[in-house]
C-alpha cells in the first residue's frame, strides 16, 4: 500500500532548505510530483532520473521498476544531508586555515616593528610637534610641492624626510632608507666612474716607485730604485720572530741561574 | 748658544690629501683651494701666500667644483648632490642645498654674479639663482644624455657651454634649450674605443669654445656654426684642467702628466691685425694629475693629485721684476699640526682622522758636535685615537703634564684624561663637554695644566678649569664689537696670567686670566699672524707675521720693547723677508731670557737680542764659524740670527729642556711614496 506523505505547500520552503541552494527543493519538489520527465538533472535526484532515462529507453521493452517514494525520500535526503555536512565542514575548515594565517601575519609583524613604548614616544612627539608649529609645517610643506612641481618629472625626487628626534638623549635620527641608499649608491657610481676614467684599464699608469726611479735608472752610475725595500713585506712573520727571540732570552736567563 | 741633544723624529707620516679644485677670486686676490678629503682654504695672495682661513673636511663630502660669486660669496658642490655656501666670517658652513640631480660634476658663477648653473650627473643642467642669504632653484634646461662635466658661461651671459662624454652642448639661456651639439672625436686622427670625457670647456666672448679632452687634445669650436676651428695635440695623457684670463688674451691647460700649458694669442706677423692661439711655455712643476688650474692677472695657479699648490707669476704681467716674481710652492701646512708634552718628553700627532700619542727615545751616549747618537730605547707608539664620526678633526693639544688630551671636530669636542702607569697608559674620555665648546679653532692648555683655553669659530673665548677628571666652565671672553671673528691663534704666558688671543683682521688681544677681562690690544698690523708666544718671566709678547716680520710686545708695559723697536727701525734682512714659508712655532729657553727660538719650515733660527742685528750687507746664514779662527773675525761675524737649515723640511721644533732639542722633519721623498700612481713616461734608455 503507498502511503501518501501529506503534500507539503507550495509556500517557500524552510531556511534551512533555502540556505542549502536551490538542489534539494527541487529534489522535494520531484518527489512530491513523482517521476518527472525531462526535468534538469541535479545532482542529487541523479538517481531516479537516470533510472528514468534509461527507462526511457527501455520504455518500449520493460515495464518500470517499482521504488517506493518513501525509500526514495529517504535516500535522496541522505545524500542531501551528507551534501550539507561536507559543504559545512569544508567552509569550517577554510575558515580555521584563515584565521590561522591571519595570526601568523600579526605575529610576524609585531616582530618587525619597534617596541611599543618607543611608538607611543613618536606619535605623541609627532602630535605635540604639530600642534606647537602648524604654521610652519604648512610653509615647508608648500615649499616642498612648488620645489616638485618645479623641478619637474624628469629629475628623480630623491626626498630625505627626516622625523623629529624623539627619545630624551636624542641620540638618533630617523632618515627614509629607501633615500639614503639611493644617495649612496649614486655617490658611488660616479666616484666609480672618476676612478675608472682616471686610473682605471685603458689608462697609462705607473707606480710611483717606478716613477721616481727612472732618473736613477739613467744617470752614469747607476743606482738602485727609490724604494729599494719593501719594509711592509712579511710583518707577521718579523713580530713573532721578536716575540720568540724575547721568549727564548727569557727562558735562557731562568735556566743559566 | 750652548749645546743641545736633538731629537730628529720622522715618524709623522704626514700625508696631505690632493687638490681638487682651485678658485681665484680678483676683486681680494684671495684663492680658494679644495682638497680631496673636503677641506677647502683660503690663501691670502697678496699677504704673502698665507693660508688664512680653512674649513675642515668631511668623509662623504668629495668636493668636485667650486666658484665664487658675487660679494665675495663662495659656492662649493660635489658627488654627495650638494651646493654648499660657506661663511668666510664665522667659518663654518651656512648650508647645504640639495640639488636633486644626483652627484654634481661642475658648476659654474654667471659673469654678473648673481646666478649659478650646476650640471649634474643624471644629465641635467639646472639654474639656480643667488638670493642675499639663500640660492634658489629657477629652472632646468634640456636634459642630456649623459654626465655634464664641465660648464662655462659666455661673458654676455646668454649661452653656456657644457662638456660631456663625447659631446659639448651650447645652450641658449633663456630658453634652456640646446642650439649646437658638438661631437668631439675620440681620438686626434683616429678611431678609439674609450669614450672622449670633455673635462674643460671654455666659452670666450667672440663664441669661440675651447675644449680639453681627455685623448689630450685642446680644440677649438666655433659656436655660431657648431664647427671645429682647430686642433692641438699637446699630450699623450688626458688634459684635465683649463682656466682663462679676464682679458682672455691667455689660457693655461693641466695635463694629467704634470705638465701645464701656457696658450697666448699671439699676432699672426708682427704687424698684423690677426691673431692665433699659440702654445708658448710648458711648466713641469707637478709630478701627478694637475687637477685644476686658475688664471690670475699676472700669476697661474695649478694644483693636483701631488698635494702642491704652485703659483707661478708670469714675467711680462709682473710689473717690479723682485723677489715677489718668483715661482712659489705651497707643500707643508700652515699651522702647527704637532703638540708636546715636555715633561714625559711625548708627542701628540694630529691626522685628519685620528690622533697618534708618541713617546720619544733616549738615548746614554754622549759625543761631539754633529754625531749620531744610538738610541738606547727606541721611540714608543703609545696611542693611535680615532675620531667617531666622518668629520676631519680641527684642532688638537696635549697638556704640558701629558695627563689631558684634547680635541675638536665641527660638532663635538672631545677631552681625555690619560693615566701612566710604568709603561702602561690607560685613556678615559671625559663625558658631557658643553656644546658652545665645539668646532674650536686653537686649543691650548695653561702651563700646570689646570685650565684648558678654547676659541670657538663664533669668537668667543671660552676657560675651562681642569681638576682631576672632571672640568668646569670657568668664563667665557665674548669678541668686542658686534662682528663674529674666529680667533685663529692663542698663546699663554707661563706663569698662567696672561691669554693672547688673534683674530684674522683686529689686532692681537691680551686677555688677564687672573682677573677675567681684556687687558690690553696690541695694534692691528695689515698681514696676519702666523705664530704668538709669551715669554716665561718677561712676559713678552713675540709675534710673527706672514710677511716674516718679528715683533716684540711687552704685556705689563702694554707697548713694544726696545729691541722690537730697534729692530723695525733697522728692518730685517732682505734675505729673511724673501723667506717662502711662514714661521709657525715660537719657544723659550728657560734659563736664557735672551734667547727666541723659531722655525719655518725650511730652517730654524735662535733669535739673541743681546748680539747687534745684521744690515743687508753681512751675511745672514752664517755657516759655522771654524774654531781657529780669530776672536776679532768671530765677532766682527756674529750677529743676533743663528740660523741652521740642518734639518728640513720642518713640520716641528721646540725645546724640551736646556740642553735638548726635538726637531719633527717630513722628508718630501716619504710623502710623494703614498701618493697614487702618476702617468708613465716613457725616457730612452730605461
Redesign the interface.
Known amino acids: 500500500m503507498v502511503q501518501l506523505r501529506p503534500r507539503a505547500s507550495r509556500a517557500p520552503a524552510s531556511a534551512e532548505a533555502m540556505v542549502d541552494e536551490g538542489q534539494p527543493a527541487s529534489e522535494e519538489e520531484e518527489a512530491e510530483h513523482g517521476l518527472l520527465l525531462g526535468q534538469p538533472s541535479s545532482g542529487a535526484a541523479a538517481e531516479p532520473l537516470e533510472e528514468d532515462e534509461e527507462g526511457d529507453d527501455e520504455f518500449d521493452d520493460e515495464a518500470p521498476e517499482e521504488l517506493t517514494f518513501a525509500s526514495a525520500q529517504a535516500e535522496a535526503r541522505e545524500e542531501e544531508r551528507r551534501v550539507r555536512e561536507t559543504v559545512r565542514r569544508d567552509k569550517t575548515l577554510l575558515k580555521e586555515k584563515r584565521k590561522r594565517r591571519e595570526e601568523l601575519f600579526i605575529e610576524q609583524k609585531k616582530r618587525k616593528l619597534l617596541p611599543d613604548t618607543i611608538l607611543e614616544k613618536l606619535t605623541t612627539a609627532s602630535q605635540t610637534n604639530i600642534k606647537k608649529s602648524p604654521g610652519k609645517a604648512k610653509e615647508v610643506n608648500l615649499q616642498k610641492k612648488n620645489e616638485d612641481c618645479e623641478k619637474g618629472n624628469d629629475s628623480k625626487k630623491v626626498k630625505v624626510q627626516k622625523v623629529q628626534s624623539v627619545s630624551q638623549n636624542k641620540s638618533y635620527l630617523a632618515v627614509r632608507l629607501k633615500d639614503q641608499d639611493l644617495r649612496d649608491s649614486r655617490q658611488q657610481a660616479a666616484q666609480a666612474f672618476i676612478h675608472n676614467s682616471l686610473y682605471g684599464p685603458g689608462t697609462n699608469r705607473t707606480t710611483v716607485n717606478k716613477f721616481l726611479s727612472l732618473a736613477n735608472k739613467r744617470l752614469p752610475v747607476k743606482r738602485a730604485a727609490v724604494q729599494f725595500l719593501n719594509n711592509a713585506w712579511g710583518i707577521q712573520k718579523k713580530q713573532n720572530a721578536k716575540r720568540f727571540k724575547r721568549r727564548w732570552m727569557v727562558r735562557k736567563m731562568k735556566t743559566k741561574k | 748658544m750652548g749645546e743641545f741633544k736633538v731629537h730628529r723624529v720622522r715618524f709623522f707620516n704626514y700625508v696631505p690629501s690632493g687638490i681638487r679644485c682651485v678658485a681665484y677670486n680678483n676683486q681680494s686676490n684671495r684663492l680658494a683651494v679644495s682638497r680631496t678629503d673636503g677641506t677647502v682654504e683660503i690663501y691670502n695672495l697678496s699677504a704673502n701666500y698665507f693660508q688664512e682661513k680653512f674649513f675642515p673636511g668631511h668623509e ?1 663630502r ?1 668636493t668636485e667644483a667650486l666658484c665664487w660669486a658675487e660679494g665675495q660669496r663662495l659656492f662649493s658642490a660635489g ?3 650638494e651646493i654648499m655656501e660657506y661663511d668666510l666670517q664665522a667659518l663654518n658652513i651656512k648650508y647645504a642645498m ?1 640639488a ?4 654634481i ?1 661642475s658648476m659654474a658663477a654667471s659673469p654678473s654674479g648673481s646666478q649659478l648653473l650646476v650640471g649634474c ?2 644629465g ?1 643642467v639646472k639654474l639656480f639663482q643667488i638670493t642675499p642669504d639663500k640660492i634658489q ?1 629657477e ?2 634646461f634640456d ?1 642630456q644624455k649623459s ?1 655634464i662635466l664641465s660648464l662655462s658661461w659666455h661673458s654676455s651671459g646668454t649661452h653656456i657651454a657644457a662638456g660631456s662624454i663625447d659631446y659639448i652642448s651650447v645652450f641658449d639661456v633663456k630658453s634652456g634649450s640646446a642650439v649646437h651639439k658638438m661631437i668631439v672625436d675620440r681620438q686626434y686622427m683616429g678611431a678609439s674605443k ?1 669614450k672622449c ?1 670633455v673635462w674643460g670647456v671654455a666659452f670666450l666672448s667672440d663664441g669661440t669654445v675651447i675644449s680639453v679632452d ?1 685623448a689630450g687634445k685642446v680644440q677649438f669650436w666655433d659656436s655660431a656654426t657648431g664647427t671645429l676651428v682647430k686642433s692641438h695635440l699637446i699630450a ?3 688634459v684635465q684642467s683649463i682656466a682663462v684670463a679676464d682679458q682672455e688674451d691667455s689660457f693655461v691647460v693641466g695635463t ?1 702628466e704634470g705638465t701645464v700649458f701656457h696658450f697666448q694669442l699671439v699676432p699672426v706677423t708682427s704687424n698684423s691685425n690677426e691673431k692665433q692661439w699659440v702654445r708658448t711655455k710648458p711648466f713641469q712643476h707637478h ?1 701627478h ?1 694637475v687637477r685644476t688650474v686658475a688664471h690670475s692677472p699676472t700669476a697661474l695657479i695649478s694644483g693636483g693629485t701631488d698635494t702642491h699648490l704652485v703659483i707661478r707669476p708670469l714675467m711680462e704681467k709682473v710689473e717690479v721684476k723682485n723677489y715677489d716674481a718668483a715661482l712659489r710652492k705651497i707643500t707643508f701646512p700652515h699651522r702647527c699640526l704637532i703638540s708636546c708634552s715636555k715633561k714625559r718628553q711625548l708627542l701628540l700627532f694630529q691626522f685628519a682622522h685620528h690622533l697618534e700619542l708618541w713617546r720619544l727615545g733616549s738615548t746614554v751616549a754622549t759625543g761631539k758636535n754633529g754625531d749620531t747618537l744610538p738610541l738606547s730605547k727606541n721611540a714608543d707608539h703609545l696611542l693611535h685615537l680615532k675620531t667617531k664620526g666622518p668629520e676631519n678633526i680641527i684642532c688638537s693639544c696635549i697638556s704640558p703634564c701629558g695627563s689631558w688630551i684634547a680635541y675638536s671636530t665641527v660638532s663635538r669636542f672631545f677631552l681625555y684624561r690619560l693615566n701612566y702607569e710604568h709603561d702602561n697608559i690607560s685613556l678615559k674620555r671625559v663625558s658631557k663637554m658643553p656644546a658652545f665648546l665645539r668646532c674650536a679653532l686653537q686649543i691650548l692648555f695653561s702651563e700646570d695644566s689646570t685650565k684648558l683655553f678654547v676659541a670657538s669659530n663664533q669668537g668667543a673665548l671660552h676657560i675651562v678649569q681642569l681638576s682631576g677628571g672632571s672640568f668646569k666652565h670657568l668664563h667665557a671672553f665674548q669678541p668686542q664689537s658686534g662682528t663674529v671673528e674666529a680667533m685663529c691663534l692663542l698663546a699663554v704666558s707661563p706663569d698662567g696670567h696672561w691669554l693672547a688671543a688673534s683674530g684674522t683682521s683686529a689686532g692681537v688681544h691680551v686677555y688677564d686670566v687672573k682677573q677675567l677681562k681684556l687687558h690690553c690690544t696690541v695694534p692691528a698690523y695689515n698681514f696676519p699672524v702666523t705664530a704668538m708666544a709669551i715669554a716665561p718671566n718677561t712676559n713678552n709678547l713675540v709675534i710673527a707675521h706672514s710677511d716674516q716680520q718679528v715683533f716684540e710686545y711687552s704685556i705689563p708695559d702694554k707697548q713694544y720693547t726696545d729691541w722690537s723697536r730697534t729692530v723695525q727701525k733697522q728692518g730685517f734682512h732682505h734675505l729673511w723677508l724673501q723667506r717662502d714659508t711662514p714661521i709657525t712655532h715660537i719657544s723659550f729657553h728657560p734659563k736664557r731670557p735672551m734667547h727666541i727660538l723659531l722655525h719655518d719650515a725650511y730652517m730654524f733660527c735662535i733669535i739673541d737680542k743681546s748680539l747687534p742685528l745684521p744690515n743687508d750687507k753681512t751675511l745672514l746664514y752664517n755657516p759655522f764659524p771654524p774654531t781657529n779662527e780669530s776672536d776679532v773675525v768671530r765677532r766682527r761675524t756674529a750677529h743676533a740670527f743663528k740660523i741652521s737649515k740642518i734639518y728640513k723640511p720642518l713640520l716641528f721644533m721646540d725645546l724640551l729642556d736646556e740642553r735638548t732639542l726635538v726637531a719633527v722633519e717630513r722628508p718630501l ?1 716619504d710623502i ?10 716613457k ?1 730612452f ?2
Open positions: 662623504s668629495a658627488l654627495n648632490g640639495d636633486f640631480g644626483g652627484p660634476w650627473e643624471d641635467s632653484f629652472r632646468n636634459r654626465r674609450r670625457i681627455s699623450n695623457a688626458d694629467a709630478t694629475d721623498d710623494i711614496a703614498q701618493l697614487p700612481p702618476p702617468i708613465k713616461k725616457k734608455g730605461t
